[in-house]
T-cell receptor
């Protein structure tokens, strides 16, 4: 158990809908990262937050957004969902902005 | 663009043998590299890391080698066990002072008892 908690574990939703994925980082970790894992793209970095502020951005679509709250938990919002958004979404956390990150178990999103 | 790739998508070894998983990276500015292990249904699990000012680092049963000249990483697992069966990813930090990891496609390691 990495100490990073993601909810829900599984999510099935229809195209066009909006979902929110939640991540609780390890105790004491200030940095949160979101990754998308799909069969054709592998693990792709989406976005990083450090102590509530956006720190780095990767290949995140405009339909996706994220935030980190004062209690350091983070949410990833996915809107206008498409079939191709079906993937595993991982959250990771680390103490600093450039230190070892620990991954959660992921949320499996299926868009039908 | 930045990319991290693996030479072998699958590797099958006998229990007790040593395993070597290779990885090529393309961003010469990357200064931090990590190997992750991912078991089915789980998130990536940190195995070992290495910074660009080193060429070798050893952990428990694992060794990472970094060759910056040819932009190549390898992960050596000694006395491979069935529990080592998983997908192994190499990743490079392409974000400088931020932890922006670029992952390779992964290698599936299967250990036969």
């Amino acid at each position: 158990d990495s100490g990073v908690t993601q909810t829900p574990k599984h999510l099935i939703t229809a195209t066009g809908q909006r979902v929110t994925l939640r991540c609780s980082p390890r105790s004491g970790d200030l940095s949160v990262y979101w990754y998308q894992q799909s069969l054709d793209q592998g693990l792709q970095f989406l976005i990083q937050y450090y102590n509530g502020e956006e720190r780095a951005k990767g290949n995140i679509l405009e339909r996706f957004s994220a935030q980190q709250f004062p209690d350091l938990h983070s949410e990833l919002n996915l809107s206008s969902l498409e079939l191709g958004d079906s993937a595993l979404y991982f959250c990771a956390s680390s103490v600093g902005a450039n230190t070892e990150a620990f991954f959660g178990q992921g949320t499996r999103l299926t868009v039908v | 663009g930045e990319s991290v790739g693996l030479h072998l998508p699958t590797l099958s070894v006998q229990e007790g043998d040593n395993s070597i998983i290779n990885c090529a990276y393309s961003n010469s500015a990357s200064d931090y590299f990590i190997w992750y292990k991912q078991e089915s249904g789980k998130g990536p699990q940190f195995i070992i890391d290495i910074r660009s000012n080193m060429d070798k680092r050893q952990g428990q049963r694992v060794t990472v080698l970094l060759n910056k000249t040819v932009k190549h990483l390898s992960l050596q697992i000694a006395a491979t066990q069935p529990g080592d069966s998983a997908v192994y990813f190499c990743a490079e930090n392409s974000g400088g002072s931020n932890y922006k990891l670029t992952f390779g496609k992964g290698t599936l390691l299967t250990v036969n008892p």
